[in-house]
């Protein structure tokens, strides 16, 4: 290791002060769904810690357990349905050459740039007129719309990355083009296809503009039940952390899977 | 085991001509070369036969069905990739069992022929290796391992070594040559490495712009260069070509008279000696005349490079050999082995040439 000089001590200072700044708001909300509505307002290290507010979020009115399901619902089936949509599209879009592919792949790029406020009225039209406001299925397709275009691109990037040789061996080696898919292609490409599954997953989790505005009762996604703690009474901070935390905890054990993945991403494919 | 018969095939990319209208047939059991330069249609013309590429034209014979319209897994080949291709996510032994999987032979019959094929390529102990971890020597071996578990009708082989360095090179052409005699299946080997070509091939077909120039055994090809492409394609160091004219069966270009190089008048003939056919000797004796441009030892040989009027040419000799650059000196050409070809055609010409006796090959 080389020795640090000044600047290099600068550097290390400034990279604790970005974390503590991204981790204290992380530690408040963990220390303060522990607390009891009262401790809350202090910068307590120690208190007697409750379990209590686990419990009232999942009453009424709050009930936060039908929101937690809502979500599950949602982000799964948007993972269920973008990644292979996705994976087919990403190879057809690295293999195969069709007029107009550039000015499609820049499209499908393109609609990333739209701001979600923007189009979120038309939506809401449009569900209303199907009758779907306010149900799974009209998140699953909103959500399933803004996941695809970062998921073609990501496993394209991956399916690029593998050379066309090995699937031209597996070709003469006897394979028919799905089996190709199936024993080269899909093997070669898990790790970004597993990390654009965990991304997606994400992104729908997280979802909040599209949720609130198109749901109201039924299929409101935990996200949009934070508001819930927004009551009569001014924020409820302790319940608030509570519910925090449960959004989080996926994210965490999710977060810590994208990273395995993607070292792997980045060493693999390399066999020439 | 089958022959290969091209007929009329041709493959173009709009108005670019990549592999022309030409026919070729590969004997049962042969090992052919497709040799030449970059870009000059012998890698289109093998990802055809592998059914990679589509022809244009023309008809692909396999034995003896047309198979333009069967599909790669259909064809029964076999074939090794420049960068070998292999599934990086498998193990050696997975590698070399694919083909047997997906025709569905079972586990038994299976781990049975690729312990057999990794045996002829000397891969027993490495089996449970994934590719990355193996040298490119080794991986050449698992990509060959896996051409010749299933025993294909034709063996396909796209630049298998020029991945390699160069002394294993040396070994591992040695150990194909050996697979190839072993098995007795139908061979087509595209290289640029001429002597690749000249070690393995029972017939080298040198190719250029898409076009055959000359097809036939290494010696004849080596010895009876078609036309001045070949003649300077095949050979290092190349074959000197000189440009000059015939007068009454001498050959002359500034610094050189050849009396006896061939038979009548034309204007416009290269002359074609190989180095190992010119010798030196001393200043004003001999067929040319020249300065020494410059020496370099090979290990066996002296290469001299000599300056004859504008032409450089390169002679081997001995190793003894020690002018100095600049000094004069005379070449002398070996009277059997003289080429002459048409400047403006380049094609050889063989009507020409003097009725000294011809080298025979194997002499």
Not at chain 1, 40 to 51: A, I, R, S
């Amino acid at each position: 290791m080389k020795r640090k000089g000044g600047w290099g001590r600068v550097q290390d200072g400034l990279v604790v002060l970005a974390a503590i700044v991204v981790l204290l708001p992380i530690v408040w909300i963990a220390l303060a769904a522990f607390k009891t509505s009262v401790d809350v307002f202090e910068l307590k290290l120690f208190f007697t810690p409750t379990l209590q507010n686990f419990a009232t979020i999942f009453e009424p009115p709050y009930l936060i357990h039908q929101k937690l399901l809502n979500s599950a619902i949602v982000s799964i089936c948007v993972v269920l349905i973008s990644i292979p949509l996705a994976t087919c599209a990403a190879y057809s879009f690295s293999r195969f050459r069709m007029r107009g592919e550039r000015a499609m792949l820049v499209t499908i790029l393109a609609t990333q740039f739209v701001p979600a406020v923007v189009i979120v009225l038309p939506f809401f039209l449009m569900f209303r007129s199907l009758g779907m406001l306010d149900t799974r299925p009209a998140l699953i397709l909103v959500d399933t719309a803004i996941v695809m275009p970062f998921a073609v691109w990501m496993i394209k990037g991956f399916v690029d990355g593998i050379p066309l040789e090995t699937e031209e061996a597996a070709l003469v080696d006897g394979s028919t083009r799905l089996q190709v898919l199936r024993r080269v292609v899909l093997p070669m490409a898990a790790p970004g296809i597993i990390t654009a599954a965990i991304f997606a997953f994400i992104i729908s989790w997280n979802e909040f503009l599209f949720a609130l505005i198109l749901t109201r009762r039924d299929a409101v996604t935990l996200p949009v039940g934070l508001q819930l703690f927004n009551g009569q009474e001014g924020m409820q901070w302790h319940l608030l952390s509570a519910a925090g935390l449960l959004i989080m905890a996926p994210m965490i054990v999710l977060a810590l899977l994208v990273q395995k993945h993607f070292v792997q991403g980045m060493t693999m494919g390399a066999v020439r | 085991m089958a022959q290969v018969i091209l007929k009329d095939v041709e493959k173009t990319w709009a108005s670019f001509v990549a592999v022309a209208r030409q026919s070729l047939t590969v004997a049962d059991g042969e090992f052919l070369v497709l040799l030449g330069p970059s870009g000059c249609g012998k890698t289109t013309t093998m990802r055809m036969v592998a059914g990679l590429e589509e022809p244009s034209g023309g008809e692909i014979w396999i034995g003896d069905r047309c198979v333009n319209n069967v599909m790669p897994k259909d064809r029964d080949i076999a074939m090794v990739f420049q960068n070998y291709g292999l599934y990086p996510h498998l193990t050696v032994g997975e590698n070399i069992a694919y083909p047997l999987r997906v025709r569905g032979v079972n586990r038994t019959d299976r781990e049975a022929r690729v312990a057999e094929a990794a045996r002829k390529v000397e891969l027993g102990n490495l089996l449970h290796r994934r590719p990355r971890e193996l040298s490119g020597g080794q991986r050449q071996r698992v990509a060959l391992a896996r051409a010749i578990v299933r025993t294909p009708a034709v063996f396909l082989m796209d630049e298998p070594l020029s991945n390699l360095d160069a002394k294993l090179r040396v070994t591992m052409r040695a150990e194909i040559k050996h697979l190839q005699a072993e098995l007795g299946i139908t061979t087509i080997y595209v290289t640029h490495d001429q002597i690749e070509a000249m070690t393995l091939a029972y017939r080298v077909a040198v190719m250029k712009n898409g076009v055959v120039q000359q097809i036939a055994p290494p010696a004849e090809v080596y010895d009876r260069p078609a036309n001045l492409f070949v003649a300077g394609f095949i050979g290092s160091p190349p074959m000197n070509l000189i440009t000059g004219n015939l007068v009454d069966g001498t050959f002359t270009a500034p610094g050189v008279a050849l009396p006896g190089a061939g038979t009548g008048s034309r204007d416009g003939v290269v002359l074609g000696v190989r180095p190992e056919c010119l010798s030196l000797c001393a200043p004003g004796d001999g067929h040319m005349a020249g300065t020494v441009f410059t020496t370099e030892l090979t290990g066996e040989a002296v290469l001299v490079t000599a300056q004859v009027g504008p032409a450089r040419v390169i002679a081997r000799t001995e190793r003894g050999f020690a002018e100095a650059t600049g000094a004069t000196v005379g070449l002398r050409a070996d009277m059997r082995q003289l080429h002459l070809f048409d400047a403006e055609s380049g094609l050889r010409l063989p009507e020409m040439a003097s009725r000294l006796p011809e080298l025979v090959p194997g002499e």
